[in-house]
Every structure is written in structure tokens, then in C-alpha cells.
């Protein structure tokens, strides 16, 4: 079955030592800060919760800005980690792109999540289906915004017409990545989590967030970069 297929190539690649090597640093700075930071802001705002004390104090500014630099950061980070993908499928050294190029990745990166999660989300308002129909419709949205330097329009235009070919296929294998998250973090989060446990851990809460965040950026935007390289090239050769 093919979505089993892509959902190993991204799972194997987001365990390989060469990945670790080429974005593993990146991910340190981009992604493990902000987490670490954000958990424990979090736990604060849990713990002291279930004591049943005042928590405005929790989201006072510094949580916004937190929250602020971790959106722009995931951007910047997701640009480096289907460079790495790109590199490592047409078997070329990883190297950076330059800043200016990523900012413009970055941003068109944005105007797309935002456009195209406008009109699914107004699709799972109405019963569900028409949302999840849009998921499949635009799942090809950010690698087209990022390869491809396309706006929101375009990029949601070219989506629709590649995502008839494989959409399906590779929505079964994000579902695949979906449960095995689940099936080992929700055990994890059920014995550390304050409000499930007498007895919560901040770092367990924090080392699965970071490991969750890890997973989730390699294998699941990796999943789309496969699918979306596959698609493309058939694109091509029926021309």
C-alpha cells in the first residue's frame, strides 16, 4: 500500500543520523527553545490551575511574545527542513539557503496557511466532510509556496489540480504518523500530565513536546514532501 510506503521513507528518515546531523542544530535553536519555554509557561498555567489559583499572571506578555516568536520560528524552521529533503532526495550536500530566500519562503508560507485554513475551516463548520475534503483539496499548499515561490492563489489553485492524482494516498499515510504519535504519546501524557496524575513531571511534559515537535516537522511535513515530489514528476512526464 503506497501510504504505508511514504509513511515509512518519512519515518525512517526522520530517525537517520543524517538528518539528525543536517537540521538536528537548527531544530535545537528554532524549535526546542521556544518548546521548553512554552511548556513551562503551560505547566505553570496547569499546575496552578489544579491548585486553584489566579493564572492571569501566566499570560501576561511575555507568554504572547513567546507564543509570537515560536509561530515565526516553526516557519523558518519548516523552510530549512524541506531544504534538507530536496538536498537529500536529489543526493546534493545540505547547505542553507540564504536568509533573504528563506524570509521569502517564510512569508509566502504564511499568506498561504492563512488563506487556505480560512476556507477549511469554514469547511468543517459546515458537517465535517466539506473540511476534510479541503484538507485533501489543499494539501500540497505550503511545498507550492515554498518550491514553487507561488501566492496564496496560485498555490492553492495548483494544489487542487495535484492533489486529485495522490491527495487520498498521502492524507492515509499522514493518518498512519496520526495514530503511532497517539498510540506512544498519549500513555506518556496520561502518566505526566498534571490533571491525570498525582504525580506530574516537567521534563517528561517537556521531552515529549520536544520529541512530538521533532516528529511531527521531519515526519509529517515529510510525508507531504514526498508525496508532493512524487506528483510533481508525474505532472511533468504526462505532459
Not at 531544530?27 to 526546542?32: A, G, K, P, R
Not at 520560528?73 to 532526495?89: D, K, P, T, Y
Not at 517537556?206 to 509529517?220: C, H, M, R, S
Amino acid at each position: 500500500m503506497e501510504s504505508i510506503s511514504i509513511a515509512k521513507k518519512a519515518i525512517i528518515n526522520t530517525f537517520s543520523t543524517k538528518t539528525f546531523r543536517s537540521i538536528g542544530g537548527y531544530y535545537l535553536i528554532l524549535v526546542c527553545l521556544p518548546i521548553f519555554l512554552s511548556s513551562k509557561s503551560s505547566w505553570s498555567a496547569m499546575t496552578a490551575t489544579l491548585k486553584g489559583s489566579n493564572v492571569t499572571w501566566v499570560f501576561g506578555p511575555s507568554y504572547y511574545i513567546l507564543s509570537l516568536v515560536n509561530f515565526v520560528f516553526s516557519f523558518f524552521f519548516l523552510v530549512i527542513v524541506f531544504q534538507m529533503l530536496r538536498s537529500a532526495e536529489e543526493e546534493n550536500e545540505f547547505r542553507l539557503p540564504k536568509f533573504s530566500v528563506i524570509i521569502s519562503k517564510m512569508w509566502r508560507m504564511f499568506l498561504v496557511s492563512i488563506v487556505s485554513w480560512f476556507f477549511i475551516s469554514l469547511g468543517f463548520l459546515c458537517f465535517i466532510i466539506p473540511g476534510i475534503l479541503l484538507c485533501k483539496r489543499y494539501i500540497y499548499v505550503l511545498n507550492i509556496a515554498e518550491q514553487d515561490m507561488l501566492g496564496p492563489l496560485n498555490s492553492m489553485r495548483k494544489s487542487r489540480a495535484l492533489s486529485e492524482k495522490n491527495g487520498w494516498t498521502v492524507m492515509g499515510s499522514l493518518m498512519i504518523l496520526a495514530i503511532i504519535n497517539y498510540a506512544i504519546t498519549l500513555p506518556i501524557m496520561f502518566a505526566s500530565y498534571p490533571g491525570f496524575t498525582t504525580e506530574p513531571s516537567f521534563w517528561t511534559f517537556t521531552v515529549v513536546n520536544i520529541l512530538v515537535g521533532w516528529f511531527f516537522y521531519v515526519a509529517f511535513y515529510g510525508v507531504l514532501f514526498y508525496g508532493y515530489r512524487k506528483v510533481s514528476i508525474l505532472a511533468v512526464q504526462e505532459q
